[in-house]
DNA sequence: CTTATAAGTCACCGATCGGTGACAAGTCAA
DNA sequence: TTGACTTGTCACCGATCGGTGACTTATAAG
């Protein structure tokens, strides 16, 4: 016969088992996952306190998207030392890319993003955009002109969308275009990669 | 009173039916929409049938994988002139960008691979690499050597992988950092910076 | 103590999912 | 015409989904 475990009565402790299970199982098992009963079931409670304490599970990622240390950012103010346009873009792109690599969450929602606009996705990549946002307009005060004729802003968004997807390839897939995304050393090439484009296209004389 | 359509009995038509339900489903609403029920609704068959003649949805893929039409790949077999590296590759580039916009299809494949490895988008996705393996392997024929000192696999791969994102955020977002993938020009802007940043790391000497 | 309320438990609803058995009806060879 | 086989139709199953009403029980104010 099993005994009934005692539950502890404690509100604001339940909210945040909920508001953890939620991201425990964005981060482990992705937005298909996501449903009332598994984040019940996960949290260890029943789901109709999801309804009582969110109002749904749109709700529960509205608590999430509310946590500012969730999401990508600098640890420090000046993250970047400052300098001329490419080296400093080409850092700013190696630690983002790191950055990316050592977050699961955010790595979840880019990708969500990518099949699916829902409301439910909106309230988590607003709040990713938003650090970013923050991220790299502190950077980009640390750098100088870039060359003159070249398009920087496209520039930018096609390196920073090859970061994204080289990163969503290496938990998915584990390889992409030949590379083995697996391996410490493959990586160490993507970075020296985009220090060698970003030094080419914005030569420093 | 509702006339009872006439059946018109032939199985292989209803089995191209099918097939071309899911090919439909998958294109318009991407793979979260894509079951038994729902390709059955679309083709207006009794969803039985897709048991009998595919053994389930994963045959009714397989069948799509079969389809070589489907798949990205060259018109014609010399789709890029002789040349030097960057040039070769960055007109390549150009081309596997449009192609991929073009194709909606492929780009929900690329777009699930990034959050399931399941067997069922693996059917298409190994199709779909298989694809651009040949495509990419002529290409590669055309160009001559790529400058000392710089890797261009993962050079390569990087690019790659930025075209794939970009290409993805078009249909799902419109924009990414800061472009409008909306406009024909912003497209165009990508285009030459693909070319400025091949011609950059690959200089002719 | 009594009692109001918050916190937690339980059972249930309708809808939808993938999957299957049973059966009607068209097709064609003997 | 008879009979075997194929094609298509229909009803149903168990499981799971999001969501809700009704209940019990712990806690704390009076």
Redesign the pocket.
């Known amino acids: 016969m099993v005994t ?12 945040k088992a909920i508001a953890d299970a939620a991201l425990a199982l964005i981060a482990e098992k992705g937005f298909a ?6 984040v019940a079931a996960r949290a ?10 969110f109002d ?2 749109d709700g529960v990622l509205s608590a999430l998207a509310g946590r500012r240390e969730l999401w990508l950012g600098p640890t420090e103010p000046t993250d970047v030392a400052p300098g001329p346009y490419g080296p400093v873009m080409a850092a700013f792109l190696q630690r983002y890319l790191r950055a990316l690599r050592a977050n699961p969450l955010v790595l979840r929602v880019i990708a969500w993003e990518l099949i699916e606009n829902s409301e439910r996705v909106k309230l988590l990549s607003e709040a990713r955009a938003k650090a970013i946002r923050q991220w790299f307009a502190e950077v980009r005060k640390q750098a100088g002109q870039p060359a003159t004729g070249v398009d920087a802003p496209a520039i930018n968004a096609l390196l920073i969308a090859g970061v994204h997807h080289l990163a969503l390839r290496e938990v998915s897939a584990g390889d992409f275009s030949g590379l083995d995304l697996t391996r410490a050393e493959t990586w160490q090439r993507v970075e020296q990669s985009i220090e060698a484009l970003m030094n080419a296209v914005h030569p420093e004389t």
Chains 1, 2 share one sequence.
Do not use: C, F, Q, S
């Not at 260890?44 to 304490?53: E, F, Q, S």
């Open positions: 009934k475990p005692p539950k502890t009565r404690d509100a604001e402790a339940t909210a996952a996501l449903g009332v009963n598994a260890g409670v029943d789901k109709v306190l999801i309804y009582r304490y749904g599970l």
